[in-house]
């Protein structure tokens, strides 16, 4: 089975510090994807990489940032936290897109970030 | 750009009768449409897709979806609830192009006994 870890179920931070989300698979999948949910808006796509070194912006990049220096990891930066990045915030992998092959993605458990 | 609608926050059923959540769609292209579950404290799990093929899809937990094309439709069935099935419901949606997908705004399902 897929394995997506993140490295917090649970974090606080106040408004201003920077924070760091980890996220690793063990599946040597190509594609990795941050996304947040909120009540009511669903899961709204923050950043995605391709590719180590690679990163695409997603719907809603402002205030984050993405670093993926090995292939299994995948990190998301929120450089200066504010209130209105308190939210769920859940990583996924997938096989890359090849041909006819459309892979689903394979979610971790979420890391619910509370910034007070 | 591709998007996907949810059209009900809530669905209610009674343990036994069948269910469907509903979902619609837009995309450019031919659509590849997902569904997943999410129950309380857990991420998404992936219930099942439609690529190609037939219009009815079978999935996990005796689920299944049916594709209409002509109602950019693929709503998410199943003949007879448990209480177990209640949980968060999202429907995504890709195009042939992207690597990325976009999913719709959740449904809850409540499966009362």
């Known amino acids: 089975d897929v394995k997506v870890t993140q490295s917090s179920r649970y974090l606080v931070k106040r408004t201003g510090e920077k924070v760091f989300l980890e996220c690793v698979q063990d599946m040597d999948h190509e594609n990795m994807f941050w996304y947040r949910q909120d009540p009511g808006l669903g899961l709204r796509l923050i950043y995605f990489?391709?590719?180590?070194?690679?990163?695409e912006k997603g719907d809603i990049p402002e205030g984050y940032s993405v670093s993926r220096e090995k292939k299994e990891r995948f990190s998301l930066i929120l450089e200066s936290a504010s209130t209105n990045q308190t939210s769920m915030y859940l990583c996924?992998?997938?096989?890359?897109?090849?041909?006819?092959?459309?892979?689903?993605?394979?979610f971790g458990p979420g890391t619910r970030l509370t910034v007070l | 750009a591709q998007s996907v609608a949810q059209p009900e926050d809530q669905v209610n059923v009674a343990e036994g009768n069948p269910l469907t959540v509903k979902c619609t769609y837009s995309?450019?292209?031919?659509?590849?449409l997902f569904w997943y579950v999410q129950y309380p404290n857990r991420g998404l799990q992936f219930l099942l897709k439609y690529i190609t093929g037939d219009n009815l899809v079978k999935g996990s937990y005796g689920f299944e979806a049916e594709f209409n094309k002509s109602q950019t439709s693929f709503h998410l069935k199943k003949p007879s609830a448990l209480v177990s099935d209640s949980a968060l419901y999202f429907c995504?949606?890709?195009?042939?192009?992207?690597?990325?997908?976009?999913f719709g705004a959740g449904t809850r399902l409540t499966v009362k006994p």
């Open positions: 996924a992998s997938s096989l890359r897109t090849s041909g006819r092959s459309y892979n689903e993605q394979f």
């Open positions: 995309v450019s292209g031919n659509p590849y």
């Open positions: 995504a949606v890709r195009d042939g192009y992207n690597n990325d997908m976009r």
């Open positions: 990489s391709y590719d180590v070194k690679m990163k």
